[in-house]
């Protein structure tokens, strides 16, 4: 197994992080919460436009009703209601509180479940579930509201449920980027991730170029723009042969296509090129500290790898620093999804390298096991790493015709979930573009796949017909497609709960999976004057206290049983009326290293007493990620 060099994420991590409030704020007004209002603002300083004619989109929810259901999208305000109803509704199993603020000033609520009455959270073996991170990638979102509102029903009614909620500690946080939700929900917009003015085409202009809602319908729409005979506009798209109605259209190179295909807006900059900078750039899920590379145009040599969305530097977007300094903080995580849209596929680590050269091997056995738990639930057609298994699911680039191939993805927070944060930790993405299977046989799940799925299953709802229309810079234009929120990025909120509950199905078996070490006998015997005690345990649940990868970069510290004793017997060191004689260290703390699934492990306490009658004191054992457990005893007295 090779080494990694790890990054010293606390020089990356320069601000200070706050602690945990046991509270949530409300924050600033915005105009979403404004109904007289006719636009919708988007702060931050940029040349482009910060304002926006808002819509209320048929397949979302604005205000938060008397029942929670999932035949529709929920508004970060409306999740947000149903997770103070909760807070109020479940106090001795909930806590909410705020982790953070967004780029806008937006609050980031997240809330913790765990029977407050059997210990605290943060001694329990725990799982963290997030949504949102990307703006319009929703489903994730609805995925940790349903798991949500599921745990809580069945809390009490459910007997595997009561035991997790009474043994584990679960976070969820279900919208990790609400500035962009809620552009997403209240206007035609989308961008993907974060708001933060950006130069995506590097003019020195800030957003200045982004699409444009050009028949006020809402939704942004393709447009295609047939070629003339002069060949002064190069066509990139082309009919698909495999579509007779015409409809579906297909990217190819520059100069061999019969149309110029466009997202609909105007070049706002008059640079020739249309919508290249609108509103935000950066990604949050491109952010993260683990294999971390410059943004697009600022490797100064010209030589290295660049990613896309980067950011300025690692940690640098307020969003992805709530994540990991959350994390840090909470080591005792050791399951963790962080979910978006629209390849069906459990994702994980590793997304730089091959997975047989930088995984320790028992880890990796774990990840495979979970990658076939999740396709269990949710019968994705794909399950496995980034760098390969992501990158080659189709077997050829259908725009270039060569072999697909491994290619790394920086910055990427399964890379630092495992690699950095030493845990099993999936970025998983709903949804499928509507492509619900391959029709053709060929092997591929695609456009093709979905238009006919459209047809037959969703009434052509999905797909604008093609319709002319007059652009005011290109002339006649042809404007449709495929509905790029509710089809494409998202499923139609007939499909929704299907989608949100499997895979929130999966993310409850991997806590079901969570370590458990369990104190299974103390017993207690007189040894030549001295008191012998003696502890056993075990990990009674489905992974180890750490895996091997957590070793490595000593994110958890070896399982640990101490005697806990009242300090006034134990003064005066030999002369205490209580003495523990073994461990002779200094530290009566015994090191037991690293308890596996369904181990037996054992420790010795030898312990004089220098008063008459019995002493009683607990035995701890505590694990980072396997939990703490006490058990209280009497000594001598026989």
Not at 150 to 160: Q, S, T, W
Not at 180 to 188: F, I, K, N, S, V
Request: charged share 30%; proline share 5%.
């Amino acid at each position: 197994m090779k080494k990694l060099c790890i990054l010293t994420l606390w020089c990356l991590i320069t601000m200070a992080a706050t602690a945990q409030p046991a509270y949530y704020k409300t924050g600033p007004e915005f105009t979403e919460k404004d109904t007289a209002a006719k636009f919708h603002i988007v702060r931050g300083e940029r040349q482009g436009v910060s304002y926006f004619k808002k819509f209320k989109h048929k397949e979302v929810q604005y205000i938060a009703g008397d029942r929670l259901t999932f035949d529709t999208y929920h508004t970060p305000d409306v999740i947000y209601t149903w997770y103070r109803r909760w807070a109020e509704k479940y106090p001795d199993i909930t806590e909410l509180y705020e982790i953070g603020k967004s780029f806008e000033g937006r609050p980031i609520l997240q809330m913790t479940i765990t029977n407050k009455k059997t210990g605290k959270a943060t001694n329990k073996p725990a799982a963290f579930f997030e949504g949102g991170r990307h703006s319009g990638e929703v489903t994730g979102s609805e995925s940790v509201l349903w798991l949500t509102n599921h745990l809580l029903e069945n809390y009490g009614k459910d007997v595997a449920i009561t035991k997790l909620i009474d043994t584990k500690t679960i976070y969820v946080r279900p919208e990790n980027n609400p500035d962009g939700a809620t552009l997403y929900y209240y206007t035609a917009q989308r961008n993907r991730s974060t708001v933060r003015p950006k130069d995506n085409d590097h003019d020195g202009l800030l957003d200045e170029d982004g699409e444009d809602d050009l028949d006020n319908d809402g939704i942004i729409y393709q447009i295609r723009k047939k070629i003339e005979k002069d060949g002064k506009i190069k066509g990139n798209a082309t009919p698909d042969p495999r579509d007779p109605s015409g409809r579906l259209i297909k990217r190819v190179p520059e100069g061999e296509g019969d149309y110029v295909l466009y997202t609909e807006g105007i070049d706002n900059d008059g640079d020739g090129k249309y919508n290249e900078d609108g509103i935000g750039g950066l990604d949050l899920h491109r952010n993260y500290t683990m294999n971390w590379r410059p943004d697009d145009g600022n490797d100064l040599t010209g030589n290295g790898y660049t990613q896309g969305g980067a950011g300025e530097y690692p940690l640098s977007e307020l969003e992805t620093r709530a994540v990991v300094l959350f994390l840090l903080q909470h080591p005792h995580v050791s399951v963790v999804n962080s979910m978006d849209t629209s390849v069906p596929m459990h994702l994980r680590a590793p997304s730089t390298s091959k997975q047989e050269e930088s995984m320790f091997p028992p880890d990796l056995k774990i990840y495979k096991h979970m990658d076939s738990l999740g396709l269990s639930f949710t019968h994705y057609p794909w399950a496995g790493d980034v760098y390969y298994t992501y990158n080659t699911r189709s077997k050829i680039n259908r725009f270039t015709g060569e072999p697909t191939k491994a290619s790394p993805l920086f910055g990427h927070g399964p890379e630092f979930g495992y690699f950095q944060y030493g845990s099993v930790w999936y970025g998983d993405e709903l949804w499928n573009n509507g492509a619900m299977k391959d029709y053709n046989k060929d092997g591929e799940y695609d456009d093709y796949d979905a238009l006919k799925w459209d047809d037959e299953e969703n009434g052509s709802k999905g797909f604008r017909p093609w319709a002319k229309m007059t652009h005011p810079e290109l002339g006649e234009v042809e404007i449709g497609g495929f509905n790029p929120k509710f089809f494409s990025q998202n499923g139609p909120p007939s499909q929704l709960e299907s989608w949100a509950a499997k895979q929130a199905r999966f993310n409850l078996a991997m806590a079901f999976e969570l370590p458990q070490v369990e104190i299974t006998d103390v017993s207690v015997k007189q040894v030549k004057g001295e008191y012998e005690i003696k502890v056993k345990w075990t990990n009674s649940g489905k992974l180890p206290v750490a895996l091997e990868q957590a070793k490595l970069v000593k994110i958890v510290q070896e399982d640990r049983v101490s005697l806990d004793i009242d300090k006034e017997l134990t003064k005066g060191d030999k002369d205490a009326r209580v003495v523990i004689t073994s461990p002779t260290t200094k530290n009566k703390t015994i090191s037991a290293g690293y308890t596996g699934v369904r181990e037996k492990k054992e420790v010795t306490f030898r312990v004089k007493l220098s008063q008459p009658g019995a002493v009683k004191m607990k035995v701890k054992l505590v694990s980072t990620r396997g939990g703490v457990q006490e058990k209280e005893i009497t000594v001598g007295g026989q």
